[in-house]
């Protein structure tokens, strides 16, 4: 499991993304606005990640939809649905939509409200890997769901529980300070596909599968 964090996206340039708490504005805004937070390009690497004003990234609220939607800490969760934005291409691989407890999902992209954004037309695939810097330690999910209004800055209960603890977030209580980096990956390498262990058992056996190619796009940005 990773569980440290220096740099994980450190660049010789001014626009480098670096730590949350030394970072500036983003350079390169490649959507409006949601609520004070843009989804930003990295310059260099095509990468997609949300940033805040001055210093700040976006919060974690919790997701739970998909498989399971209303069972354990997420029977509280007031927006709760059955599926996943990507369900009939999870089903290829053995399950029927992504577990909210196990499988370690991102939700990015707005659709069905103003403003809008899709990561599509940037070139980030579903179910691709995505990084996410919290609390001192990275992990790594997938993107697994979008926002059917303006919301940014959420994952699901797996990733909240393995960033802040099993007890500290459930389906109505995330984290509310906006110093957690997600970072998406353009372009197939991004996509674990078949190597993913998609009918893990616990949202560290999920994630740990990921690692191999999120390592990789790391070290390459």
């Known amino acids: 499991m990773h569980t440290s964090y220096v740099h994980p996206l450190k660049k010789p340039t001014s626009h480098s993304l670096t730590n949350p708490s030394q970072n500036t504005d983003c350079s390169n805004p490649i959507s409006d606005s949601f609520s004070s937070v843009v989804y930003c390009q990295d310059d260099a690497s095509g990468a997609l990640f949300l940033k805040g004003p001055s210093g700040s990234y976006d919060n974690m609220d919790i997701d739970c939809d998909g498989a399971n939607a209303s069972e354990g800490l997420c029977d509280n969760d007031p927006t709760g649905q059955s599926m996943t934005a990507f369900m009939d291409q999870v089903a290829e691989f053995g399950i029927s939509d992504l577990d909210a407890h ?32 919290c609390n001192g330690k990275m992990f790594y999910g997938v993107w697994g769901d979008t926002n059917g209004g303006t919301s940014t800055g959420e994952a ?14 459930n389906g109505n209580e995330g984290h509310d300070e906006a110093n957690v980096l997600y970072v998406a990956f353009p372009g197939s390498d991004a996509v674990p596909g078949k190597s993913a262990a998609w009918k893990a058992e616990t949202e560290e056996e999920f994630e740990e599968s990921l690692a191999a190619i999120g390592d990789k796009l790391i070290a390459n940005l």
Do not use: R
Request: with cysteine; charged share 10%.
């Open 102 to 133: 196990i499988h370690t999902y991102v939700v990015l992209g707005n659709e069905g409200a103003t403003p809008s954004f899709d990561p599509q037309s940037v070139g980030i695939e579903p179910l691709s890997v995505v990084a996410v810097v």
């Open 156 to 169: 699901a209960l797996s990733m909240g529980q393995l960033c802040f603890g099993d007890d500290a977030v």
